[in-house]
């Protein structure tokens, strides 16, 4: 409809190498993922080729250390890949999101032995991760997990059930989260988990309103047998493994909403330049003007905000109210501006012919994942005010 083409972000990038990398990012996005998404999603294709080829080219492993095949990247860089690669297909971002989280436990708390055996196939071998803390019964109140592992010997029996698990029945390792112990957050254990494992058994994919091309699925464990030598950090540390993983992991999310938020606000940019009505161009009439201003501030915003957060975390300071205030804005952000990209394009922002529905539709499941924004209020709360009393 028209020839306008949105520049890319204006980034302030620490180092050369950095720049270089955003660049081959650009080009793999706009060369192999963009083309092909809105087609994909609507088939429910998940693009498992193109995870291959984005291990191949260093991008699933760009946060962790170098000896063990990672990237070596500040976080600050990571999360401007994940928000250009979110812009191009959501789930492409989310998914390289959900993979660095799986691979955080093993980095972070395993034994050397355990990241020489297991991190470099993890990281640049063509594997891809998923992460099982949630389950039926117990969401925002994981601590309430009821997977239970016991032990004989020196062997792990997992029972039990988890849900919501994104890249559930396509991932090659599961980081499972499994109680060990008595009730609460001190009884919990984390553990490897190989995808192929006997006993471990995918149910059907979720039926979702979006991100139909990303797999979510229960994952039922039944007698899985794991040995000890897979049990990450010690027994009872699960918990804290999981909300350390969280942290982080909800800075992926806020990088890939705005990402998303940014693909809205340029289809909505490109739209209104060549949208003609009473003789003029759509984007001349002030009303429509002072919305895509809101939307451009809300971005920004957003951008800075996640940012701010990563430098925290690359520099060894506490992080977690930043993470959750990133997580909550970000995410809150995306939906107000994809919800104003489909008003914005009017009757074509409800039809399949343009990506604005699809993005409204994602933009939804990012105020829910990895802690909804609901919890990341309590946990600013506490962080501001304490904790509630009982």
């Known amino acids: 409809m028209t020839e306008y083409v949105p520049a890319p972000v204006d980034r302030r990038l620490p180092t050369e190498e950095a720049r270089d990398l955003m660049a081959l990012v650009r080009e793999l996005a706009e060369r ?22 984005l291990s191949e080219s260093g991008l699933l492993s760009l946060p962790y250390a170098e000896e063990f095949g990672g990237g070596n990247q500040p976080y600050e860089v990571y999360l ?15 998914g390289v999101s959900v993979h660095t989280l799986a691979c955080h436990a093993l980095a ?11 991190l470099p196939a993890m990281l640049g071998g063509g594997l891809l991760g998923a992460y099982c803390l949630s389950e039926p019964a117990a969401g925002s109140d994981a ?42 957050a001190r009884g919990i254990t984390a553990f490897l988990v190989p995808g ?3 006993g471990l058994k995918p149910a059907k994919p979720e039926r979702k309103m979006g991100m ?3 797999p979510t699925a229960q994952l039922h464990f039944d007698g899985v047998q794991v040995p000890d030598s897979r049990r990450v950090g010690d027994q009872g540390q699960g918990f804290s493994i ?8 909800r800075l992926g999310i806020a990088a890939c909403a705005i990402g998303l938020a940014q693909a809205a606000l340029d289809e909505a940019l490109a739209y209104t330049a060549g949208r003609r009505q009473f003789g003029r161009p ?11 201003a809101d939307m451009a501030t809300q971005v920004e915003a957003g951008r800075a905000l996640y940012l701010s957060a990563a430098r925290l975390r690359d520099a060894g300071l506490p992080f977690s109210k930043e993470a959750a205030m990133a997580k909550l804005f970000c995410t809150d952000t995306a939906m107000r501006v994809t919800t104003d990209a489909v008003q914005l394009l009017g009757g074509y922002g409800y039809t399949l012919d343009f990506p604005a529905e699809r993005y409204m539709r994602e933009a939804k499941m990012l105020q829910i994942v990895e802690g909804t924004n609901q919890i990341q209020r309590m946990v600013i709360a506490r962080h501001l005010a304490g904790p509630e009393s009982n």
Not at 163 to 172: F, L, M, N, S
């Open 143 to 184: 601590a309430a997990l009821t997977t239970r592992a016991t032990r004989s010997g020196d062997t792990w029996t997992l029972e039990g059930t988890k849900a919501w698990i994104t890249h559930g029945g396509v991932a090659d390792f599961y980081t499972v989260l499994a109680r060990t112990g008595g009730s609460g």
């Open 212 to 214: 139909k091309g990303s």
């Open 196 to 198: 192929d494992a006997e």
């Open 282 to 292: 759509v984007a001349d009439f002030q009303g429509l003007r002072f919305m895509l």
């Open 80 to 94: 401007q890949v994940l928000e250009e690669l979110a812009a191009a297909r959501l789930t492409v971002g989310l």
């Open 108 to 118: 972070g708390f395993g034994t050397k032995e355990q990241r020489a055996e297991h």
């Open 242 to 249: 999981a909300l350390s993983a969280l942290d982080s992991g």
């Open 32 to 53: 192999e993922i963009r083309p092909t998404a809105a087609e994909e999603e609507e088939a429910g294709r998940f693009p498992r080729a193109l995870f291959t080829l």
